[in-house]
């Protein structure tokens, strides 16, 4: 069995919205007074009931509160149970050192709640581009339906967005792994926001024009007097132009990560993480092009989040297709030369260019590092394949 989740944006009235916002609250409410009950009154609670206070103990004093106060019990009962839940997941995460210790949910972050399937009606598709189900407490509820779900729905998520409201469907179905011949491939993910394949091929996230719009807004906001009505309405802008930005972005991960789970069986990364604590492999551990993340104009966390994000995507797809991801460590690979191995700062001519100064080997920098990422991962033994065929063979392919 394999999980999956969908999300289609909901189109309702006011009245309904609203609903949503203060149902987002009641249950942001429930899950901080629960996380506070925890934090400072377990030994109270422990005096008094002799045991501690554990998920059935907070779903009882829910069923109680809810009797007593009218707008707390107007929300679906079930997704305050489902903060609870969230609770003691969290308390048990950190229980066993897995995570930290529980923050408090905080309005415009944590705008959403949760339904389990048992409690919500059966999707019903209107015509090709509309579907509805119905909620408890708020009845029917419209969504632009983009692609079907085939599979036994789990829970629902209702969660705020910039763009507007969205529902997520969790969902299982079968599937049987097939497998998989196609050919590997190394990718060099830069730290501009382009991707390289060992192929030759290069490819951008086309988000360029909208990050220096929204750099844009974020001036205007911080030039407008502190705290207006106009200084709001420009972080607003801001806001909204960073999620269609987001939006692109995350299509693009989508699309050219499907694109790379069709066509190749192993996929060669480095790893992230190795590259992070290098403080930029590219910049200041092999010195050439030092400032680049900031001429790349995107915020160097949004970036690292789009590429571990591309990372994921790709593993799941890959993996569905019966291929794999193999991850190697990044240093060196921009310096050193694919065609005859020498190593040498100086065989990076400047960002962009990378010519072997032992063997006049020229390319692009960045397919030269994603050929050697691809050797890295898939080589038997150094000095065999790097004279050997497993470039020529990915040009040809
Ligand atoms: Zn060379």
């Given at each position: 069995?394999?999980?999956?989740?969908?999300?289609?944006?909901?189109?309702?009235?006011?009245?309904?919205?609203?609903?949503?916002?203060?149902?987002?609250?009641?249950?942001?409410?429930?899950?901080?007074?629960?996380?506070?009950?925890?934090?400072?009154?377990?030994?109270?609670?422990?005096?008094?009931?002799?045991?501690?206070?554990?998920?059935?103990?907070?779903?009882?004093?829910?069923?109680?509160?809810?009797?007593?106060?009218?707008?707390?019990?107007?929300?679906?009962?079930?997704?305050?149970?489902?903060?609870?839940?969230?609770?003691?997941?969290?308390?048990?995460?950190?229980?066993?050192?897995?995570?930290?210790?529980?923050?408090?949910?905080?309005?415009?972050?944590?705008?959403?709640?949760?339904?389990?399937?048992?409690?919500?009606g059966?999707?019903?598709?209107?015509?090709?581009?509309?579907?509805?189900?119905?909620?408890?407490?708020?009845?029917?509820?419209?969504?632009?339906?983009?692609?079907?779900?085939?599979?036994?729905?789990?829970?629902?998520?209702?969660?705020?967005?910039?763009?507007?409201?969205?529902?997520?469907?969790?969902?299982?179905?079968?599937?049987?792994?097939p497998?998989?011949?196609?050919?590997?491939?190394?990718?060099?993910?830069?730290?501009?926001?382009?991707?390289?394949?060992?192929t030759?091929?290069?490819?951008?996230?086309?988000?360029?024009?909208?990050?220096?719009?929204?750099?844009?807004?974020?001036?205007?906001?911080?030039?407008r007097?502190?705290?207006?009505?106009?200084?709001?309405?420009?972080?607003?802008?801001?806001?909204?132009?960073a999620?269609?930005?987001?939006?692109?972005?995350?299509?693009?991960?989508?699309?050219?990560?499907?694109?790379?789970?069709?066509?190749?069986?192993?996929?060669?990364?480095?790893?992230l993480?190795?590259?992070?604590?290098?403080a930029?492999?590219?910049?200041?551990?092999?010195?050439?092009?030092?400032d680049?993340?900031?001429?790349?104009?995107?915020?160097?966390?949004?970036?690292?989040?789009?590429?571990?994000?591309?990372?994921?995507?790709?593993?799941?797809?890959?993996?569905?297709?019966?291929g794999?991801?193999v991850?190697?460590?990044?240093?060196?690979?921009?310096?050193?030369?694919?065609?005859?191995?020498?190593?040498?700062?100086?065989?990076?001519?400047?960002?962009?260019?990378?010519?072997?100064?032992?063997?006049?080997?020229?390319?692009?920098?960045?397919?030269?590092?994603?050929?050697?990422?691809?050797?890295?991962?898939?080589?038997?033994?150094?000095?065999?394949?790097?004279?050997?065929?497993?470039?020529?063979?990915?040009?040809?392919?």
């Amino acid at each position: 069995m394999r999980n999956r989740a969908h999300k289609y944006r909901i189109y309702a009235d006011q009245q309904t919205v609203d609903f949503f916002a203060r149902c987002c609250g009641v249950v942001r409410l429930v899950y901080n007074i629960a996380l506070e009950q925890r934090s400072s009154f377990w030994r109270q609670f422990k005096r008094a009931e002799g045991r501690n206070i554990s998920y059935p103990s907070q779903a009882r004093e829910l069923t109680a509160i809810r009797a007593e106060v009218p707008w707390i019990a107007e929300c679906p009962i079930d997704a305050q149970q489902q903060a609870l839940r969230d609770l003691n997941q969290a308390f048990g995460n950190f229980f066993a050192g897995r995570a930290g210790y529980p923050k408090p949910r905080r309005k415009f972050v944590n705008d959403a709640f949760r339904i389990p399937s048992s409690r919500i009606g059966p999707i019903e598709v209107l015509n090709g581009k509309w579907a509805r189900v119905r909620l408890p407490k708020i009845g029917d509820v419209k969504f632009r339906y983009t692609r079907p779900i085939r599979g036994k729905v789990g829970n629902i998520t209702v969660v705020r967005e910039a763009n507007g409201w969205h529902i997520i469907f969790s969902y299982e179905f079968e599937h049987e792994t097939p497998a998989n011949d196609n050919p590997s491939v190394g990718i060099d993910r830069g730290i501009v926001n382009n991707v390289a394949l060992s192929t030759g091929e290069m490819s951008s996230m086309p988000t360029s024009d909208l990050d220096e719009l929204h750099k844009q807004w974020q001036r205007v906001a911080s030039r407008r007097k502190s705290r207006s009505k106009r200084q709001a309405k420009a972080k607003r802008h801001a806001a909204r132009i960073a999620a269609r930005a987001a939006r692109k972005r995350l299509h693009w991960q989508h699309v050219t990560t499907t694109r790379f789970a069709r066509r190749f069986g192993t996929a060669v990364l480095e790893d992230l993480k190795i590259r992070n604590m290098s403080a930029s492999a590219r910049g200041t551990a092999e010195d050439p092009g030092r400032d680049v993340a900031q001429k790349a104009g995107l915020n160097r966390s949004i970036l690292a989040a789009a590429w571990f994000r591309f990372e994921t995507l790709l593993t799941y797809k890959l993996d569905f297709l019966g291929g794999t991801v193999v991850k190697v460590d990044p240093r060196y690979t921009s310096v050193t030369c694919s065609e005859c191995g020498s190593r040498d700062k100086g065989n990076r001519e400047n960002q962009a260019k990378f010519l072997c100064l032992s063997c006049g080997h020229a390319d692009h920098a960045d397919v030269n590092a994603a050929v050697n990422i691809l050797l890295a991962g898939t080589r038997p033994s150094a000095a065999s394949e790097r004279s050997g065929g497993s470039r020529v063979l990915e040009r040809a392919a």
